[in-house]
């Protein structure tokens, strides 16, 4: 290699170590959207359980109870 194709090889490997911490920060970034999406799926999935078990029992129950005492 002469020094021209070093310093390219060199400016490359600069360019990829930029982008490879880009790729990095945006991963934590997602991490928390899918912890955040997750957390709130599983709010809204208890929400309309407890919302069936009250509908057709009509009365609370102790698994409704548990429910609602999870949601606090």
């Not at 490879?20 to 912890?35: H, N, P, S, T, Y």
């Not at 809204?44 to 919302?51: D, H, Q, S």
């Not at 069936?52 to 429910?67: A, D």
């Amino acid at each position: 290699m002469n020094k021209k194709q070093c310093r390219d090889a060199l400016d490359l490997y600069k360019k990829f170590l930029i982008r490879m911490d880009r790729v990095a920060e945006f991963l934590k970034v997602a991490e928390v959207c899918l912890q955040q999406i997750t957390i709130y799926v599983l709010y809204f999935a208890i929400v309309e359980l407890l919302k069936v078990v009250l509908q057709t029992t009509g009365k609370h129950t102790l698994f409704s109870c548990v429910l609602y005492c999870f949601l606090l």
